[in-house]
Each structure stands twice: as C-alpha cells, then as structure tokens.
C-alpha cells in the first residue's frame, strides 16, 4: 500500500492538547507503515517547523523518532514542503532519513501517473478573473507572504534569531491562521471555481495524470476531471482527520481515522 497523508499541523498552539495529537498522528503513521510501501507526506505536517543556525528544534522527539523508524524498515517516506514547515535546510532528512520535495513532482506510482504537490501557490493562468476583488485580494496578499517564506536571503537572516524568539513568532502566526481557519473555514468551491481544480483541468490540456493529488485546503475531495483525471484534495489530519491509500493496482480511496477509538 501507499498511503498520502498532509496537514496535521504537529506543535499547533490552537490545538488544546497537542501532545495527545502528536501521539494520534504517531499512531497513524506506526499503524500504516506495517503495510506500507511508501508514504507521502504532502505539506503542513509541522505547524511550524524551522532549523536556526545555533539550534535544531527541540519539539517533535515523538514525531521524528517515528518517522526514523519508518525509513529504517524500508519503508520510502517523502516529506514535500508546505507552507508552514518549508524551511528546512537538510536536518529534518539527517534525524528521520526521508526523501525532502521542495516542489512539486510528477511521479509514476503503482502504474500510475500522479502529480504531487502541498498545494499552495498552484492556480491556472485565469484563475483570479473567476474570483470577486475581496478574494483576489486575499489571494494576492497570500501569493506577497508566500514570496517572502521562499526568500533565501529573509531565510537566512531569520536563521540567525535567537530559536525562542523565532519560534515564539512563528508559532503565534500559525496559532493564529489555525484559529481563522476553523472559525472561517472555505468550502469546497465547485469545479469552475476551486483553485487547484482549475489548475489541474489546465494541466490535463499539455500533460495526463491519472492523479492530482494536493493538500493545503482542508477539505476532502475526489472528482474526476472530463478525461479521466481525478483530483484528490487529502483533507486534512486536523480536524478532518482524512487521508489516502492506493492498493497494488493503483486504486486509490479517501480514508477517515476513527479517532475515538484511537
């Protein structure tokens, strides 16, 4: 099996005991990797996750030790980048051994053509004209923060912050954004209207993929596209508590984790 897991948000300030959510994102990850071939970690795993020059982070010890022991039983973990947990700089690969995407990748998987990515940042060449001007508004001002988190030289001077200033930064920003989230969440939008809907449908015009396979909107989605495409939105390990498995012959489903009995 293959199983595709993205945004659990670990270490998240808003979550009233996040101990006890690491330790139910832990037990997932055990529970699948005895059956597991690979897993794909697909953005946001970390509320917050940033390596200072003068200290490696000190959370997560359940989180990485687990992850090791994943890949130390063969099985292949990749870890893609979300916009809460991008910066990392080659220490979250030395302590967990997984394989570290920092983009998007167009991969073949159990015969089947998929196309991986957190999410953020993709939108068709059109997308904002479908949109009224309060939410062109928010997504430019999204599209100016994410230029900033990919700024090497910004990446590098935040690097020199003490960690507990650092942290205590960005931890609240994420606290934050977690807050307005569950309190204004978005639904799903339609298909002429959702993002990376619109992103793959435009795809599908140069390349196929059987699978868009996306994290990053917390919301749950299977659609097929009118040429056989599906698109897969992982929902999220946060609230939704939702991810994906594909069996041997590439079939894929959308799972829920019964969290009451874990």
């Not at 490696?56 to 947990?85: A, M």
Request: include cysteine.
């Amino acid at each position: 099996m293959v199983y595709f897991l993205s945004d659990s948000h670990i270490g998240s300030r808003a979550l009233t005991d996040r101990h006890a959510h690491e330790q139910l994102i832990c037990s997932l990850l055990s529970d699948l990797g005895r059956d597991a071939t690979a897993i794909y970690l697909l953005g946001d795993i970390f509320d917050f996750w940033f390596e200072y020059l003068w200290q490696q982070p000190q959370e997560y010890t359940l989180t990485l030790s687990t992850l090791r022991q994943l890949t130390d039983k063969g099985v292949d973990v990749h870890f893609f980048t979300g916009n809460h947990d991008l910066w990392t700089f080659g220490e979250l690969a030395r302590q967990t051994g997984m394989t570290i995407h920092r983009q998007h990748e167009e991969l073949v998987i159990n015969n089947r053509r998929c196309f991986l990515a957190h999410g953020d940042g993709l939108m068709s060449t059109d997308a904002l004209r479908k949109y009224p001007k309060h939410v062109r508004r928010r997504i430019r001002q999204f599209m100016f923060i994410r230029r900033i988190f990919h700024c090497r030289p910004l990446q590098m001077l935040f690097r020199l912050l003490p960690p507990a200033w650092g942290n205590r930064f960005g931890y609240e920003w994420s606290r934050k954004s977690r807050l307005k989230e569950l309190a204004r969440p978005w639904p799903y939008k339609g298909e002429d209207k959702e993002e990376l809907v619109l992103f793959a449908k435009e795809k599908e015009t140069t390349t196929h993929f059987d699978y868009y396979i996306f994290g990053h909107r917390h919301i749950e989605l299977d659609l097929q596209l009118a040429t056989s495409a599906r698109v897969i939105i992982l929902g999220d390990l946060f609230k939704l508590y939702s991810y994906a498995a594909m069996d041997d012959n590439g079939n894929i489903e959308l799972r829920t984790l019964d969290i009451q009995n874990n």
